[in-house]
């Protein structure tokens, strides 16, 4: 199962179709940068090499350059899941707290593989699930483009639900436009985590229909660079660590925050071998 560990809980997208317990969360709240080295230091001495660094977002994080390094020294390949925005300038979250731009430069040479959300080819369809007032897709693309010029692997995620369902074609012709791009994930939507569960009415879609757009853009592409993830598989693969160090498997994500299968929590050395057990299942 693939590692995701939470690092932040300053996300200001408000996406409808959050997926992030960390919403939940006081606003803050985060784990200890000691907690997450010291048991990623004995994850990795039990086989965990990977892991996916997110948040709400995690470039929202004081020291999230300092923690990226020191993850780097242990000797793990890091995945980064970002909207980005941070990339190109200061992001202002409220009257007390701006978030200041992300050294492009630093970050693409200590993430092996950073995801940037790509869900719509326009402003219209791309808001619908994650809104916001800034010329968004043109946004992304400078954000792609700006990593790019550092050398970035760069990954395009896109959540695709019944929002954004005919537009697909369109989004595959901007990733197809972006030479340099090394993977793009389309995920079928899946209700989990609070808000996700609250709208799943406006996003979410058959499998069968997933599976439609999956095979018509497999042959009008046939790019290796495309991986599509249907809900039923993906929710069998991760194990989440929150802000709180609470582990668990996405597939118990329920409504109720205390309804997920908390396998152990960071913070307690005794749980870490009951979690790395979870983790090495196939
Ligand atoms: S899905 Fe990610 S970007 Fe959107 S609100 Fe949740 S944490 Fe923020």
Same mark, same amino acid.
């Given at each position: 199962?693939?590692?995701?560990?939470?690092?932040?809980?300053?996300?200001?997208?408000?996406?409808?179709?959050?997926?992030?317990?960390?919403?939940?969360?006081?606003?803050?709240?985060?784990?200890?940068?000691?907690?997450?080295?010291?048991?990623?230091?004995?994850?990795?001495?039990?086989?965990?090499?990977?892991?996916?660094?997110?948040?709400?977002?995690?470039?929202?994080?004081?020291?999230?350059?300092?923690?990226?390094?020191?993850?780097?020294?242990?000797?793990?390949?890091?995945?980064?899941?970002?909207?980005?925005?941070?990339?190109?300038?200061?992001?202002?979250?409220?009257?007390?707290?701006?978030?200041?731009?992300?050294?492009?430069?630093? &970050?693409?040479?200590?993430? /092996?593989?950073? @995801?940037?959300?790509?869900?719509? +080819? $326009?402003?219209?369809?791309?808001?619908?699930? %994650?809104?916001?007032?800034?010329?968004?897709?043109?946004?992304?693309?400078?954000?792609?483009?700006?990593?790019?010029?550092?050398?970035?692997?760069?990954?395009?995620?896109?959540?695709?639900?019944?929002?954004?369902?005919?537009?697909?074609?369109?989004?595959?012709?901007?990733?197809?436009?972006?030479?340099?791009?090394?993977?793009?994930?389309?995920?079928?939507?899946?209700?989990?985590?609070?808000?996700?569960?609250?709208?799943?009415?406006?996003?979410?879609?058959?499998?069968?229909?997933?599976?439609?757009?999956?095979?018509?853009?497999?042959?009008?592409?046939?790019?290796?660079?495309?991986?599509?993830?249907?809900?039923?598989?993906?929710?069998? &693969?991760?194990?989440?660590? /929150?802000?709180? @160090?609470?582990?668990?498997?996405? +597939? $118990?994500?329920?409504?109720?925050?205390?309804? %997920?299968?908390?396998?152990?929590?960071?913070?307690?050395?005794?749980?870490?071998?009951?979690?790395?057990?979870?983790?090495?299942?196939?």
């Amino acid at each position: 199962m693939h590692l995701n560990i939470f690092v932040s809980q300053r996300c200001f997208v408000y996406c409808k179709g959050c997926y992030s317990h960390s919403r939940e969360e006081k606003c803050g709240e985060m784990l200890d940068t000691n907690n997450i080295l010291n048991f990623l230091k004995y994850a990795y001495k039990k086989g965990i090499k990977k892991l996916t660094i997110c948040g709400g977002d995690p470039l929202t994080r004081p020291d999230i350059m300092d923690l990226l390094k020191q993850i780097k020294k242990i000797g793990y390949y890091i995945s980064l899941d970002t909207l980005g925005s941070s990339i190109l300038k200061d992001i202002k979250i409220n009257t007390k707290l701006t978030i200041p731009k992300t050294d492009a430069k630093i &970050l693409s040479r200590t993430v /092996d593989m950073i @995801g940037i959300p790509i869900d719509g +080819s $326009t402003n219209d369809i791309f808001t619908m699930f %994650r809104p916001t007032k800034e010329d968004i897709v043109k946004q992304q693309i400078d954000i792609c483009n700006e990593l790019h010029k550092y050398g970035a692997n760069i990954c395009i995620n896109t959540v695709l639900h019944k929002g954004n369902i005919e537009d697909i074609f369109e989004i595959a012709k901007i990733i197809h436009s972006l030479e340099y791009v090394k993977k793009w994930q389309v995920f079928e939507y899946e209700p989990f985590g609070k808000y996700g569960i609250m709208n799943k009415h406006l996003f979410e879609i058959s499998d069968n229909k997933f599976l439609e757009i999956k095979n018509k853009i497999e042959k009008d592409y046939n790019d290796e660079r495309i991986q599509f993830k249907n809900s039923k598989l993906r929710n069998k &693969l991760y194990i989440l660590i /929150d802000n709180s @160090g609470d582990s668990y498997i996405s +597939s $118990t994500c329920n409504l109720k925050r205390n309804n %997920r299968k908390i396998i152990g929590n960071i913070k307690e050395e005794k749980d870490w071998p009951k979690i790395i057990k979870y983790l090495k299942m196939k």
